[in-house]
Every structure is written in structure tokens, then in C-alpha cells.
């Protein structure tokens, strides 16, 4: 027992969602825990918590999207820091960004292993839910509920609304599961839509902060919300942001291949069905026993269209 409410393993058991699909994970999540006490990192000990997101699956041959965050505990990123400077050094990629879309460049295919290795050492966890398109759909904001939402949001497309909807509840749920009383966030987020002024992002800082304090009662410090933009030139932020883009990248291609099964537990066979950059981001996603922690959900519909339903996902990677 702790200050911060019951826990089992390192997840935070105080927290009460207001969404049933973060709620569906959140509950995930408390199972998983009960079979693998370390499945989620501790990230209480430095000051501030850094959260990098991305989000993929936009094209049409894909049937659900994914919502990739890493959240780690920037305070000890140091000696990840190290190895990813002397990476972009030794493997002459010094200023190539290691996205997922750019890497049929031959230069960032060799340093792809050693970048992904490199990321073990960060003290975080990186989380990736794969969301059924229609059930993004079937929640997608109607002409009743555009008033309640700030002015100069209310007046976005419902794609970008509903987009920007599932990346707050997602990353707040996420945070508060893993953040304690008074702790910095520092949240970078893709260059997406909405986000694409400076205007937008100033809009948003202050109804993302309102949401992750719907899921817990705990007090934050210092909340600010950024995107790549705010790389100072090191290319700290872009390769943190990198993490989720990669994962994101290679675990839309399961839906989009039709090999994802309905039923769980999921387990995926992947040598010959997907592309082999895929394959080496899945086998590195599917590795255990490091300060970095990798964890990927389904939401599909469950027994209505607005009910979510969770599944955790499983790799079998010979």
C-alpha cells in the first residue's frame, strides 16, 4: 500500500476512467498484471514524465489505426541518449529521421536494429492500440455535442475531432496510470492535424490537461504539450517520437494484410506475410526483460457498435 492508491505491479489502481474504451484497457491492463507484475515500468523517481505519441493507419487498405505512445521517465533517458547519438554517428544517419514510411532507404535499414537495441535501455513503456475504424465511426462527434467543445475547436472536422479525442483519452489514461502527485509531463506529439499551428496547439494544452485530470484525482506539475517542431537541433525529441512511429508502422500492417484474427488469444504468425522491416520492429516489439516495456491492444466493437471490446495483442515470431 502506497500513497498513491492500492497497486498491483506498477500500474495505478486509483484511477476511474470516464470512457468505457480506456476504461476496457485500463481494466486490460489490471488483468495483465496480475500474470506479469512487470509489465509496466515504474516511472516515479525523476521529475518529469516525457510522453512521445504518433498515429498511423490513415490509408484506406487499413481497417484500424494506430495510437503509438511512449512515456518514459526523462530524468534517466541519458544512457539511451548516448547510444542513440553514437548510432547516428557510427551508421551515417546523422540527420535522417527513422520513420517507418522512410525506411527503404538502404542507410536507415542497416541502422535499424541497432537503434531499435539501443531504445532497451529507456527506462518507459511503449504502448500501441490498434482501433477499429468503424468503431472510430460510430463515435465520431455529432452537431449536438460540437457546443460543448472550446470555440475554436468546435469549428474542426469531425475526422480531426474524433481523432484528437481518442489521442487525449489514450495518452491520459496512460499517464495517469503510470505518473504520481506533482510530476512534470512533457507531451510531444506528431505533427497531425491537429496539431498543425501553433494556434491548435495552444488550444488543445489546456482541454488535454482538463482530460488527464478526469482520470485521476492525483495533482500534476507543469503540464506542456508540444510537437516535433520543438527538436532543439539534437534530434532527442525526433528519435524519442521515432519509437511510436515505428511500432505504429509495423503493427498497422497486421490488420491491413487481413492477419488479425477476431478471436483471442492473438497470436501472429509473421514470417512470409509481412514486409521485413515489419517483421524486425514486431520481433524487437515482442522481447521481454528490458527497462523499455512494449504492450499493444485491440479495440474493435464489442457486443454493440459503441461498446468497446479489449484484447491484448501476442506475437509468435518464429
Same mark, same amino acid.
Given at each position: $500500500?502506497?500513497? =498513491?492508491?492500492?497497486?498491483?505491479?506498477?500500474?495505478?489502481?486509483?484511477?476511474?476512467?470516464?470512457?468505457?474504451?480506456?476504461?476496457?484497457?485500463?481494466?486490460?491492463?489490471? +488483468?495483465?498484471?496480475?500474470?506479469?507484475?512487470?509489465?509496466?515500468?515504474?516511472?516515479?523517481?525523476?521529475?518529469?514524465?516525457?510522453?512521445?505519441?504518433?498515429?498511423?493507419?490513415?490509408?484506406?487498405?487499413?481497417?484500424?489505426?494506430?495510437?503509438?505512445?511512449?512515456?518514459?521517465?526523462?530524468?534517466?533517458?541519458?544512457?539511451?541518449?548516448?547510444?542513440?547519438?553514437?548510432?547516428?554517428?557510427?551508421?551515417?544517419?546523422?540527420?535522417?529521421? $527513422?520513420?517507418?514510411?522512410?525506411?527503404?532507404?538502404?542507410?536507415?535499414?542497416?541502422?535499424?536494429?541497432?537503434?531499435?537495441?539501443?531504445?532497451?535501455?529507456?527506462?518507459?513503456?511503449?504502448?500501441?492500440?490498434?482501433?477499429?475504424?468503424?468503431? $472510430?465511426?460510430?463515435?465520431?462527434?455529432?452537431?449536438?455535442?460540437?457546443?460543448?467543445?472550446?470555440?475554436?475547436?468546435?469549428?474542426?472536422?469531425?475526422?480531426?475531432?474524433?481523432?484528437?479525442?481518442?489521442?487525449?483519452?489514450?495518452?491520459?489514461?496512460?499517464?495517469?496510470?503510470?505518473?504520481?502527485?506533482?510530476?512534470?509531463?512533457?507531451?510531444?506529439?506528431?505533427?497531425?492535424?491537429?496539431?498543425?499551428?501553433?494556434?491548435?496547439?495552444?488550444? =488543445?494544452?489546456?482541454?488535454?490537461?482538463?482530460?488527464?485530470?478526469?482520470?485521476? +484525482?492525483?495533482? $500534476?506539475?507543469?503540464?506542456?504539450?508540444?510537437?516535433?517542431?520543438?527538436?532543439?537541433?539534437?534530434?532527442?525529441?525526433?528519435? =524519442?517520437?521515432?519509437?511510436?512511429? =515505428?511500432?505504429?508502422?509495423?503493427?498497422?500492417?497486421?490488420?491491413?494484410?487481413?492477419?488479425?484474427?477476431?478471436?483471442?488469444?492473438?497470436?501472429?504468425?509473421?514470417?512470409?506475410?509481412?514486409?521485413?522491416?515489419?517483421?524486425?520492429?514486431?520481433?524487437?516489439?515482442?522481447?521481454?526483460?528490458?527497462?523499455?516495456?512494449?504492450?499493444?491492444?485491440?479495440?474493435?466493437?464489442?457486443?454493440?457498435?459503441?461498446?468497446?471490446?479489449?484484447?491484448?495483442?501476442?506475437?509468435?515470431?518464429?
Amino acid at each position: $500500500m502506497t500513497g =498513491l492508491g492500492c497497486k498491483t505491479g506498477n500500474w495505478s489502481l486509483d484511477l476511474a476512467p470516464p470512457w468505457g474504451v480506456t476504461a476496457a484497457i485500463g481494466n486490460c491492463i489490471r +488483468q495483465l498484471e496480475i500474470a506479469h507484475a512487470d509489465l509496466m515500468p515504474d516511472l516515479h523517481l525523476g521529475p518529469t514524465l516525457i510522453i512521445a505519441s504518433d498515429y498511423g493507419g490513415q490509408h484506406k487498405g487499413s481497417s484500424h489505426e494506430a495510437f503509438s505512445f511512449l512515456l518514459a521517465d526523462l530524468q534517466f533517458c541519458w544512457r539511451w541518449d548516448e547510444y542513440r547519438r553514437e548510432i547516428r554517428t557510427t551508421r551515417s544517419v546523422q540527420n535522417r529521421r $527513422m520513420s517507418y514510411k522512410a525506411l527503404n532507404d538502404q542507410r536507415r535499414q542497416e541502422a535499424l536494429p541497432a537503434f531499435l537495441a539501443a531504445a532497451d535501455v529507456i527506462p518507459g513503456v511503449l504502448a500501441t492500440v490498434l482501433i477499429n475504424k468503424s468503431f $472510430m465511426q460510430a463515435l465520431r462527434v455529432t452537431s449536438d455535442e460540437r457546443p460543448q467543445l472550446p470555440e475554436g475547436i468546435a469549428r474542426w472536422p469531425a475526422r480531426v475531432i474524433t481523432k484528437m479525442t481518442f489521442v487525449a483519452h489514450l495518452g491520459a489514461l496512460f499517464i495517469a496510470g503510470l505518473s504520481r502527485e506533482g510530476q512534470n509531463i512533457l507531451w510531444m506529439t506528431d505533427n497531425d492535424d491537429f496539431v498543425a499551428n501553433d494556434e491548435r496547439v495552444i488550444e =488543445l494544452t489546456p482541454l488535454f490537461a482538463q482530460v488527464i485530470s478526469q482520470y485521476s +484525482q492525483r495533482a $500534476m506539475g507543469h503540464f506542456r504539450l508540444g510537437t516535433m517542431k520543438c527538436d532543439n537541433g539534437d534530434l532527442l525529441i525526433e528519435d =524519442l517520437a521515432s519509437l511510436p512511429d =515505428l511500432a505504429g508502422g509495423a503493427l498497422c500492417e497486421i490488420p491491413m494484410r487481413g492477419l488479425l484474427p477476431k478471436e483471442s488469444p492473438i497470436q501472429l504468425p509473421l514470417r512470409g506475410h509481412l514486409p521485413i522491416k515489419a517483421i524486425t520492429i514486431i520481433k524487437w516489439l515482442s522481447e521481454i526483460g528490458h527497462a523499455l516495456r512494449r504492450v499493444t491492444f485491440v479495440v474493435d466493437h464489442g457486443d454493440s457498435r459503441a461498446r468497446a471490446r479489449v484484447r491484448a495483442l501476442d506475437f509468435y515470431t518464429d
